[in-house]
């Protein structure tokens, strides 16, 4: 069975970085053809696509939050990681993690069930 | 960065009856790139089609899609109480960038 489950701290204050962790079991990150992706969704709004980490190590981050994300991983602990910098009252929001899988296209299967963070002084 | 549009925001239906759901992208997206995911209040999405129109595991007939170049569309034949939920679409482009759109609400009229 395969299961991912976000972990972090559920309010920050505005400024201060934000660190998330995705713990994952069920497959491994060094697996070719596959990927675990941060996924996030203010209060009543749409999802949003935050970053990327592939098997190999490749990086991809969302075009406009670039300057603010960093995501790893630690394949011996089945951790992937994500921190954002200058958190703003406007990054409250449910967090998720999601494995992403080749099949042909690129696709999230399967779901963390989220963590909200709230930013708020 | 390819922006995906959602329409209707909300569509009012009745059990049994169909639903269409459109996605549009504000350039060519490859079919292939192209998903679709459930969410049903307070759970995580839960993907029903990649590839455009590949049913993932579990997800029963009744889902299908359709669609190419910049527009897509989510067809839910049937409505089955459990299927009243908010659809997302979801591309990826050749950057690996990707996008979702705003989402459609089904909801019971």
């Known amino acids: 069975q395969i299961t991912l489950k976000e972990s972090g701290p559920t309010l920050v204050k505005p400024t201060q970085t934000l660190t998330l962790t995705c713990t994952f079991s069920?497959?491994?990150?060094?697996?070719?053809?596959?990927?675990v992706g941060w996924i996030r969704q203010p209060p009543g709004k749409a999802l949003e696509w935050l970053a990327l980490?592939?098997?190999?190590?490749?990086?991809y981050y969302s075009p406009s939050l670039n300057s603010r994300l960093a995501i790893t991983k630690d394949t011996s602990k089945n951790h992937v990681v994500l921190t954002m910098t200058t958190m703003d009252p406007v990054d409250t929001a449910t967090y998720y993690c999601?494995?992403?899988?080749?099949?042909?296209?690129?696709?999230?299967?399967?779901w963390g069930r989220g963590t909200l963070v709230t930013v708020s002084s | 960065e390819v922006v995906l549009t959602q329409s209707p925001g909300t569509l009012s239906l009745s059990p049994g009856e169909s639903a269409t759901l459109s996605c549009r992208a504000s350039q060519s997206v490859t079919s292939s790139h192209l998903a679709w995911y459930q969410q049903k209040p307070g759970q995580a999405p839960r993907l029903l089609i990649y590839g455009a129109s590949t049913r993932a595991i579990g997800i029963p007939d009744r889902f299908s899609g359709s669609g190419s170049g910049t527009d897509f569309t989510l067809t839910i034949s049937r409505l089955e109480p459990e299927d009243f939920a908010v659809y997302y679409c979801q591309q990826y482009d050749n950057s690996h960038v990707f996008t979702f759109g705003p989402g459609t609400k089904v909801d019971i009229k």
């Open positions: 069920g497959f491994s990150l060094s697996t070719s053809g596959v990927a």
């Open positions: 980490i592939y098997w190999n190590d490749d990086k």
């Open positions: 999601a494995r992403l899988v080749w099949s042909g296209p690129w696709y999230f299967d399967v």
